[in-house]
Structures are given as C-alpha cells and as structure tokens.
C-alpha cells in the first residue's frame, strides 16, 4: 500500500539526519505513521525511516511483474545519505526483490535497507508445534529467502494484529522474531495498534493493554519497531492525529519506562 510520495518522505528524512543523526544502539523506534498533522516525532527518540512502496519503482500503469530497472537506480540515488530505508513490494519472488536489493545498495551504498515482511508472516504455523509440519513448512518456506536475506541490511517481519488474543499473539510474535533472528541482522518487526485489514475487526484500535504487550514484546525480542498506521482502510485516506489516543499515550509511557 502506498500513501505518501517519494519526494516528501526523502526531504523531510534529510531534514531530520541533518538535524539529530541516526543512533545505532539500542532499542530504536521508527516512525512510519501516516496520519495528518502528527506531532514531531523526533521530540519522542522516534527516528525517520524511508518506506519505499510500488510507485518508487513503477510507472503508472506497467506491468508489475517485471523490474524497471531505470527506475529502480533512480530512486536509489535520490535516498538521503545514511538513511533506513524499508522497500514494500509484496508481489515479486525471491530472486527479483535480490535484484532490487544489489541495484539499490549499489545505488546507495551508505543506506540500510530491508524488505517489508522478510521473513514471511505466519500465524497459526507460529502457534503449531515445532515439531509440526505446518511449522516445519513454515520454516521451509523462509528458506527460500536466504540470498536475497545476505544482500540487506536489516530484516523488517510484520507482527499485525490479527485477533484480540493477547497470548496468541505473544507466541505469534516471539516465533516470527526468532525466525528473523537466526539471520544475525537487526530485526525491526512492523507493529500497528489497529487490526489488520483482513479480519473482522478491519482498522479498529486494539485496546492499550495488548498494544503495551506488543511494544514490550518486541522490546524484550527484537532490536527496535516500526510503528505503522493511520490510514483509514474504509474511506480509504490518512485519519486525522489524535494526541489522546490510548495506543499513544501507552507508547509515550513505554519511552519513558524504558528510556528510549
């Protein structure tokens, strides 16, 4: 999905590196909202990141399923120095989203950058026994993802809400982390405090005690977070900023407690 240009996201992640920097250590939170009017993040220790999404890499109306490589190099060499960058294309296979990855590192060679949901989501193969062949598949299926894995940088696995069970999701999350692990590259999961659009319960807010797990979750698991959200899947455009939300009042309170 994509909703915001290019040309935006570039100059506004220019303006804050040149203003803060990129901190290499510790848990880090990244900040890929799209709500109107949001607040400063930076003022939180939240950090910019780049999510580059189809249109970076298309032309209106081509065909998809072959790479533009022209365009590819082109937006590589617009990237702002030092920056992370996040690539969500979500319908090409493993040995084309590698040759993405060579074209933009070569492009932008100062950048780190990772692929949305590398490695594969899975829920009930999370929650299934290891031993299980619906796990085993699992990890099968990830496997084919190994070449492309060593030319990134970081690994961006999506962690979405899918049911309002706080312990399903714990174990969702903590098998779906340690799948990115095993790689030994940062792993920086995508959470989003509203539930995914696939289910029942399409973009409503998840409550502030499974958001407070989620985030200490991933604290405790994983090296940092993306934190997606505020589009409006029904009218289909960013929602307004709500500084009362639960879901941000519960993430300030979590950089405070945790000292981010």
């Not at 249109?55 to 065909?63: N, Q, R, V």
């Amino acid at each position: 999905m994509r909703f915001s240009s290019i040309k935006m996201q570039v100059v506004l992640i220019a303006a804050i590196m040149q203003l803060a920097g990129h901190c290499a250590y510790g848990f880090e939170i990244f900040d890929g909202v799209v709500y109107k009017h949001k607040p400063d993040m930076s003022r939180y220790g939240i950090k910019p990141i780049l999510i580059l999404y189809d249109d970076a890499f298309w032309d209106k109306g081509e065909d998809k399923k072959e790479l533009n490589r022209k365009k590819i190099v082109e937006t590589a060499k617009k990237i702002p120095r030092a920056s992370i960058v996040c690539i969500d294309i979500e319908h090409l296979g493993a040995d084309k989203l590698k040759e993405v990855a060579v074209l933009i590192k070569k492009n932008a060679p100062q950048s780190q950058i990772g692929f949305y949901g590398i490695p594969l989501r899975e829920y009930w193969a999370s929650l299934a026994e290891k031993s299980s062949q619906q796990y085993k598949d699992w990890v099968n299926k990830n496997e084919q993802y190994i070449a492309l894995i060593q030319e990134v940088d970081i690994l961006f696995p999506s962690l979405y809400t899918f049911y309002p069970f706080p312990e399903q999701w714990e174990k969702y999350a903590i098998e779906n982390i340690k799948q990115a692990k095993i790689y030994g590259k940062p792993v920086y999961p995508f959470l989003w405090p509203q539930y995914h659009d696939s289910t029942i319960l399409k973009g409503s807010y998840i409550n502030g005690d499974l958001w407070r797990l989620e985030l200490e979750t991933c604290y405790k698991y994983a090296d940092g977070i993306v934190m997606w959200g505020g589009w409006d899947m029904i009218a289909w455009k960013a929602e307004d900023w709500k500084d009362d939300a639960i879901w941000w009042a519960v993430t300030q309170k979590f950089i405070v407690s945790n000292k981010i």
